[in-house]
């Protein structure tokens, strides 16, 4: 199984008196177990700018927002079995990850480092009349040796009222300790109006620990999201994760993951894998078909950067 396979290219420019020009071009690339797809199959954070360290970086494109940086800050299991985009950031259908996005013709704000304190801003619009959606995100982190902490909130725009309100909001709170060998990482939100429905509101939070011996990472994570207040059934559902990493190298890495998903009483949508409504990159998208029930999976995996 092919898992968020990627390639790009990035450059800058001098352009005098500290500034300079910025481009990125990254794609998802051919699916490495059975060769489908191809480069520019799936643009990813892709764009052009300007930098400078005394006023900051401007970018142009498409990318990232600044609320999913925060949960990307502190995910032990990024695009692996357990990955915390199962439960956060998810709509009451629990299938769309709403706040965990990458989007379009977005223009981009990241400050200079004032003494460990950063922030991000950026605004996004849809393509054409073919959506309303606004996207409005923002994020203030600080980091100071061992310590690192992040605070977000994102509002989505929708136009003309959909469900009672013309708009679905979230704010995000992580923060990452680090004690020698021993890092330890925790998540809160709280997701408001959830497409345009009023008071359809719902919180997701989690907490995890990894561990460096020598070569190996061993590593532990769990998060658990309640119903959305407007669901007539019970939606919840909780997604605990073990795992390893082994460092071949500086570019080559193994890694083995097991995980567990339970949904609540009235769903089978809590998945065990990121499938790409939630965030993952190739990796299936396993559902539990039992309502209320729960499920596991386990993965061997290489990852190799170069």
Same mark, same amino acid.
Do not use: C
């Given at each position: 199984?092919?898992?968020s396979?990627?390639?790009?290219?990035?450059?800058?420019?001098?352009l005098?008196?500290?500034?300079?020009?910025?481009?990125?071009?990254?794609?998802?690339?051919?699916?490495?177990?059975?060769?489908?797809?191809?480069?520019?199959?799936?643009?990813?954070?892709t764009?052009?700018?300007?930098?400078?360290?005394?006023?900051?970086?401007?970018?142009?494109?498409?990318?990232?927002?600044?609320?999913?940086?925060?949960?990307?800050?502190?995910?032990?299991?990024?695009?692996?079995?357990g990955?915390?985009?199962?439960?956060?950031?998810?709509?009451?259908?629990?299938?769309?990850?709403?706040?965990?996005?990458?989007?379009?013709?977005?223009?981009?704000y990241?400050?200079?480092?004032?003494?460990?304190?950063?922030?991000?801003?950026?605004?996004?619009?849809?393509?054409?009349?073919?959506?309303?959606?606004?996207?409005?995100? &923002?994020n203030? $982190?600080? #980091?100071?040796?061992?310590?690192? +902490? !992040?605070?977000?909130?994102?509002?989505?725009?929708? @136009? =003309?009222?959909?469900?009672?309100?013309?708009?679905?909001?979230a704010?995000?709170?992580?923060?990452?300790?680090?004690?020698?060998?021993?890092?330890?990482?925790?998540?809160?939100?709280?997701?408001?109006?959830?497409?345009?429905?009023?008071?359809?509101?719902?919180?997701?939070w989690?907490?995890?620990a990894?561990f460096?011996?020598?070569?190996?990472?061993?590593k532990?994570?769990?998060?658990?999201?309640?119903?959305?207040?407007?669901?007539?059934?019970d939606?919840?559902?909780?997604?605990?994760a073990?795992?390893?990493?082994?460092?071949?190298s500086?570019?080559?890495?193994?890694?083995?993951?097991?995980?567990?998903?339970?949904?609540?009483?009235?769903?089978?949508?809590?998945?065990?894998?990121?499938?790409?409504?939630?965030? &993952?990159?190739? $990796?299936d #998208?396993?559902?539990?078909s039992? +309502? !209320?029930?729960?499920?596991t999976?386990?993965?061997? @995996? =290489?990852?190799?950067?170069?």
């Open positions: 199984n092919n898992n396979s990627r390639f790009g290219l990035k450059g800058d420019e001098d005098g008196g500290g500034l300079k020009s910025i481009w990125q071009m990254e794609s998802g690339i051919f699916e490495v177990d059975d060769g489908a797809g191809g480069l520019g199959a799936t643009l990813r954070n764009y052009v700018g300007f930098t400078n360290s005394s006023w900051g970086t401007v970018k142009l494109g498409r990318h990232d927002t600044p609320v999913k940086d925060l949960g990307r800050a502190v995910e032990l299991f990024n695009e692996q079995i990955d915390a985009r199962n439960v956060t950031g998810l709509r009451a259908n629990n299938t769309t990850n709403a706040f965990d996005a990458r989007i379009n013709n977005m223009v981009r990241e400050s200079f480092d004032m003494s460990g304190i950063k922030f991000a801003l950026a605004y996004g619009i849809p393509e054409g009349t073919a959506s309303n959606l606004r996207y409005t995100s &923002g203030v $982190t600080w #980091g100071s040796g061992p310590i690192y +902490v !992040g605070f977000g909130y994102e509002t989505h725009g929708l @136009g =003309t009222k959909v469900n009672g309100t013309n708009s679905e909001k704010t995000r709170l992580v923060g990452k300790y680090s004690m020698g060998d021993l890092t330890l990482s925790a998540l809160y939100e709280q997701l408001s109006d959830l497409n345009g429905k009023s008071g359809d509101d719902r919180s997701a989690g907490l995890g990894g460096k011996m020598a070569n190996n990472t061993l532990a994570q769990y998060y658990d999201v309640d119903k959305t207040d407007k669901n007539t059934t939606n919840s559902g909780t997604i605990w073990l795992g390893v990493d082994h460092s071949l500086k570019t080559t890495l193994v890694y083995f993951a097991y995980a567990s998903a339970e949904n609540g009483k009235g769903t089978t949508s809590t998945l065990i894998n990121p499938s790409s409504s939630n965030g &993952g990159h190739g $990796t #998208g396993a559902a539990v039992k +309502v !209320g029930g729960d499920g999976a386990y993965s061997f @995996g =290489t990852i190799m950067k170069f």
